[in-house]
């Protein structure tokens, strides 16, 4: 029920018996701002509709730049359910709602752009991808694990993008002008799972290994190399100019296998797999026959 009422009501009491004066433009304006005020607060409550038809999302907050909210907190925020909703779609009706300073990454809406990789009750997830309805609430909203937080849900991923770009991510080397590069059947099924990554850094937040070493290549790194050092298209040179990259210190043999990468994934590639297939293709360089 809208508190404007009584508010009206003690307004118009409390006024002297007094001649009426002349209405000014600022008091036009307060009364509009008034008005304006009441009707987005009553279609706020009827959007909510009964308690048993609101979900409770705790987010947390942080913002570097303003000093009242640089201790970071948790708030509440109590959203309309509706089925098919999403925690992407939770934090845009609290953003658009309650608090328009409310900060974090989306872009697609499709699990396609991986902006809007989040740590959600306790796991690495996507919000557009993860449903209400399928969690216990209250539904807890955090920023990845492992990562520095700018504001909010943001992070900076500019060291994960580091790490990508180590691997060199592209085919190199000379190609004959005109020729195909053909790719057969079984090829393409060999590395069709390495080729779905969304860069969202769900895995690379996750790893144990990648939290305690900031070299550590990372899961989405050498996921990367894999999806090209096993491409058939590849030129052998550069090939191993990209199993040195992944045989280093920092590489393939940091990871201790604990698959939580594969675990949250939210393109179900089975990145341990490819992994530890690198380090076979490692031992498979280095063996030496007399």
């Known amino acids: 029920m809208s508190t404007q009422i009584p ?13 009426p004066t002349e209405e000014t433009a600022q008091d036009r304006r307060l009364e509009r701002k008034r008005a304006d005020e009441a009707e987005r607060q009553e279609r706020a409550e009827a959007a909510a509709g009964e308690d048993e038809d609101r979900i409770t999302l705790k987010v947390f907050r942080y913002d570097p730049e303003v000093e009242a909210k640089r201790e970071p907190r948790f708030d509440d925020f109590q959203i309309p359910f509706e089925q098919g909703m999403t925690v992407l779609d939770a934090l845009m009706y609290a953003r658009d709602h309650y608090d328009s300073s409310l900060t974090f990454r989306h872009s697609c809406r499709q699990a396609v752009c991986g ?12 919000g557009c991808q993860t449903q209400v309805g399928d969690l216990d609430t209250p539904v807890r909203v955090e920023p990845l694990p492992h990562q520095e937080v700018e504001k909010d849900l943001v992070v900076d991923m500019e060291h994960f993008y ?24 079984e090829n393409r099924e060999k590395i069709k799972m390495s080729t779905r990554c969304i860069w969202c850094g769900a895995c690379q937040s996750s790893c144990n290994i990648a939290a305690g070493d900031n ?19 590849e030129e052998e040179e550069m090939k191993q100019h990209r199993m040195d990259i992944l045989e280093q210190e920092h590489g393939v043999w940091r990871c201790q296998t604990q698959f939580s990468c594969t675990d949250v994934c939210p393109k179900d590639i089975p990145l341990t797999e490819h992994i530890q297939e690198m380090k076979r293709e490692a031992v498979k360089d280095n063996l030496k026959f007399w």
Do not use: C, W
């Open 215 to 233: 070299q550590y290549l990372g899961p989405a790194a050498i996921n990367k190399a894999y999806r090209f050092a096993m491409d058939e298209r």
């Open 162 to 185: 580091d790490q990508m770009e180590a691997v060199e991510p592209y085919f190199q080397g000379d190609t004959p002008d005109g020729e195909e590069q053909r790719q057969s059947r």
């Open 7 to 19: 508010q009206q009501e003690t307004e118009s009491e409390t006024e002297p018996e007094t001649e």
């Open 115 to 126: 902006s809007d990789a989040l740590f959600i009750n306790g796991s690495q997830r996507l």
